[in-house]
């Protein structure tokens, strides 16, 4: 009998909790390391994760164990291509609640987007840079994936902006 592929909720309940024994003391970096590659192998698992490694105030991204990031490696193009997406969102968003006057909300999607950033000058080099450079063309010559996913979003051209600055941000280091 195959187990269970676990669903977005759930994926989130499991990494929140591994996360949490983890920075309690209770789990150790290779244990989270190999839960947390089972739970990135499928979509929803990857999404599940990043909400909680992006978005809460786990600290496991901003304290990245080698292990993790050794499995975040290995996961490659996926996990290059999700966190890339979620810097383009909370770039976005960011502009969105500072209009808004959401400080709070503000705060946390730059938090996201710095996350982002910092995750994506620590993974495979290429990987990262054809996804970023296919992320940046598409938004410039209008067309393509990326520019369906800005579309269907409805980001405006500050908030394009906003994205291409934090894209750049990462080929300065």
């Known amino acids: ?3 269970k592929t676990p669903s977005f909720e759930e994926s989130i309940e499991f990494a929140m909790l591994w996360c949490n024994d983890w920075e309690e003391g209770d789990l150790s970096d290779e244990v989270l390391a190999d839960r947390v590659a089972e739970l990135i192998r499928t979509s929803n698992g990857a999404r599940g994760f990043f909400v909680v490694g992006l978005a809460t ?3 496991i991204l901003d304290r990245l164990p080698e292990a993790l990031l050794k499995q975040l490696r290995i996961a490659g193009e996926n996990v290059v291509d999700l966190t890339t997406k979620n810097l383009a969102m909370s770039s976005a968003m ?3 609640h500072k209009r808004r006057k ?3 909300q503000k705060e946390g999607s730059e938090r996201v ?5 910092d995750l994506l000058k620590v993974l495979e080099t290429t990987l990262v840079k054809n996804r970023l450079e296919k992320f940046l063309s598409s938004i410039e010559n209008r067309e393509g994936e ?3 996913f800005i579309k269907r979003w409805e980001y405006d051209q500050e908030q394009i902006t906003a994205i291409s600055i934090n894209i750049n941000a990462i080929a300065q280091n």
């Open 1 to 3: 009998m195959t187990p």
């Open 94 to 96: 960011a502009i969105h």
């Open 113 to 117: 987007s710095s996350r982002c950033i």
């Open 146 to 148: 990326d520019f369906n």
């Open 102 to 104: 959401d400080k709070e």
């Open 57 to 59: 105030n786990s600290p």
